[in-house]
C-alpha cells in the first residue's frame, strides 16, 4: 500500500513511525514532513494547506490512503476534497471538524446534547460590552476562548475580572487572533486534573485508546504561559476504570452520536480533552485528530496495525475490530527552543540524537527541524520529542531524561517535571 501522510510535526514523525511498522505498507509519502520523518519515508514540498496539490500529487502516485495529522486541513475540507475524488483519507470532513474549529459550535453542540462541560455564553465581536457584563457578573477566574483556530493560542485563563477584560478588548477591539475572534466563549474556570483521551470514530462506533496526559504550560510546576504541549505520559493514571466508564458514557458515546443524528458523522481521531473535576468529567475541549504529543506516547503502546486501525475507521468496520495496546508505559520530553513560546532563534545545530537513541527504547521524533548544509538544526518552538518506553513510569521517565540529557542545541529548554502528577498521587 501507499500512504500519505498529511504534517511535519513530531504528531506526523509519530504516525510515520507507526505506520513505518505495518507489512502492508510499502511507501510512505509525508507532506511536508521533517528530517527525521525523512529517513521513514519520501518527504514532499507541498504545504498543508495546499489542498489542491496534495489532491493532484495523491492521484498522480496512485495513494491508497491519505492520513491527515493537523487541524488545519481538515477545517479546510480536505476530507471532503479527496473523498468527492474518490479517494481514501483518514480524519473527519469538514463539518465534523467544526467540533475542534468552532468552540462556539461545539460549546452549543455539548449544551444540546446534555454533554458535560463548563458554563459559558458566546458573544459576537460587536458585543464586547455585553461580554464585560457577563465577566463582571460571573467574576474571576473566568476563562476567554476565541472561538476559531488560534494555533492553540486563543485561549486565556484569567485570573482576575481586569485579565479576563484585557482580554476580551484585545480579541474584539484590536483583533489579535484575527477572524478567529469574531466570536468569543467567555466560560467557567474548572478546576480538575486534565487527561487526553484519543479515540477512534467511524462514523457510529468509537475505540478509546490508552489514556494520556499532556504538559501546557512552558514551566515545570504548571506555570508560565500555555504552549502546544511540553511532554505527555502513557498511561495517565488519573483514569481509574470507573472514570473511563463515565467519559465513554457521558461525553464519548454522546458526542459520537450526536453528531451522527445533526449530520455530522464523525471519522477519524477525536482527541477528548478532559477535566477531572469534583462533579466528574467534563470536556476542556475537543480535537479533530491526533495530540501532539500525546500521539508521541499513545502510538508506541499500540500493538495493532495502525493501517488496518485507518482502514477498519475509514470502512465504517469498528464495531468489529479490537485493538491491543501494551502494558508498557511511555513518556515524552518535549526539547523546545530557548524563549519559545514567545520569540526564539532557527538555526542552532542539533547534535547528540543518535547517542541517545542508542540507550535503547528510545525515540527521538522531530518537531521544529531542518536540514541546512548538510547539519540538522533547529527550526521551530517545540524541536524534538525524546520518548521513553519502560516497564514502569519511574524506568520510562529516566531513560527519557537520560536521553535528553545527550542531546544539545544552544538555547534548548525542556521541562523537568514531566509525569510528577501521576507520582504525586
Ligand atoms: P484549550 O486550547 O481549549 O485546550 O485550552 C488550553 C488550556 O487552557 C487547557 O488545556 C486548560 O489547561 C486551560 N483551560 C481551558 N478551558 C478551561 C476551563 N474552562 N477551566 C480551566 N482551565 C481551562
Ligand atoms: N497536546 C494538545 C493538542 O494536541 O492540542
Not at 504545504?47 to 495523491?58: E, R, T, W
Not at 492520513?67 to 481538515?74: F, Q, R, T, Y
Not at 476567554?144 to 484585545?170: H, P, R
Not at 493514571?237 to 452520536?257: F, G, H, Q, R, S
Amino acid at each position: 500500500m501507499k500512504v500519505l501522510v498529511v504534517g511535519g510535526g513530531g504528531r506526523e514523525h509519530g504516525i510515520v513511525w507507526a505506520l513505518k511498522k505495518s507489512p502492508k505498507v510499502n511507501k510512505i509519502f509525508c507532506a511536508p514532513g521533517n528530517p527525521g520523518i525523512g529517513e521513514l519515508a519520501e518527504c514532499l514540498d507541498i504545504k498543508v494547506d495546499n489542498i489542491s496539490g496534495l489532491l493532484d500529487f495523491a492521484k498522480k502516485e496512485k495513494i491508497d490512503i491519505t492520513v491527515v495529522g493537523p487541524e488545519l486541513p481538515l477545517s479546510m475540507g480536505i476530507v471532503d476534497t479527496f473523498e468527492a475524488a474518490g479517494l481514501k483519507i483518514f480524519g473527519p470532513s469538514r463539518e465534523a471538524a467544526l467540533l475542534e474549529a468552532s468552540k462556539s459550535f461545539a460549546k452549543e453542540f455539548m449544551r444540546k446534547f446534555s454533554i458535560p462541560t463548563a458554563k459559558y455564553e458566546i458573544f459576537y465581536e460587536t458585543e464586547k460590552d455585553e461580554a464585560i457584563k457577563y465577566i463582571e457578573k460571573e467574576g474571576a477566574p473566568i476563562v476567554i476562548k476565541a472561538d476559531g483556530l488560534a494555533a492553540g493560542k486563543g485561549v486565556i485563563v484569567a485570573m482576575t475580572k481586569a485579565e479576563a477584560i484585557t482580554a476580551v478588548k484585545e480579541i474584539m477591539e484590536s483583533k489579535v487572533f484575527g477572524s478567529a475572534g469574531k466570536k468569543v466563549v467567555v466560560e467557567e474556570f474548572l478546576e480538575g486534573e486534565e487527561l487526553t483521551l484519543l479515540c477512534f470514530v467511524d462514523g457510529m462506533t468509537a475505540i478509546p485508546m490508552v489514556s494520556s496526559q499532556d504538559h501546557k504550560r512552558v514551566f515545570d510546576g504548571d506555570q508560565g504561559p500555555n504552549t502546544g504541549g511540553m511532554g505527555a505520559y502513557s498511561p495517565a493514571p488519573v483514569l481509574i476504570k470507573p472514570l473511563e466508564n463515565d467519559i465513554i458514557n457521558k461525553i464519548l458515546y454522546p458526542t459520537v452520536l450526536g453528531m451522527h443524528s445533526i449530520g455530522k458523522a464523525y471519522k477519524g481521531v477525536l482527541y477528548l480533552g478532559i477535566i477531572v473535576t469534583k462533579a466528574g468529567p467534563k470536556v476542556i475541549e475537543y480535537n479533530a485528530r491526533f495530540g501532539d504529543p500525546e500521539t508521541q506516547v499513545v502510538l508506541p503502546r499500540l500493538k495493532t496495525d495502525l493501517i488496518d486501525i485507518i482502514i477498519a475507521t475509514i470502512e465504517g468496520k469498528l464495531d468489529t475490530f479490537t485493538i491491543e495496546w501494551e502494558s508498557k508505559t511511555a513518556v515524552c520530553v518535549v526539547m523546545a527552543s530557548g524563549g519559545y513560546p514567545g520569540k526564539y532563534k532557527n538555526g542552532e545545530v542539533i547534535t547528540g540524537i543518535k547517542n541517545a537513541e542508542k540507550l535503547g527504547d528510545v525515540t527521538v521524533f522531530h518537531a521544529g527541524t531542518e536540514l541546512r548544509d548538510g547539519k540538522l538544526v533547529t527550526n521551530g518552538g517545540r524541536v524534538l520529542g525524546i520518548t521513553a518506553t519502560g516497564p514502569d513510569l519511574r524506568k520510562a521517565v529516566d531513560k527519557a531524561y537520560r536521553a535528553v540529557s545527550l542531546i544539545n542545541f544552544k538555547g534548548a529548554q525542556h521541562r523537568k517535571d514531566i509525569a510528577n502528577r501521576a507520582f504525586n498521587r
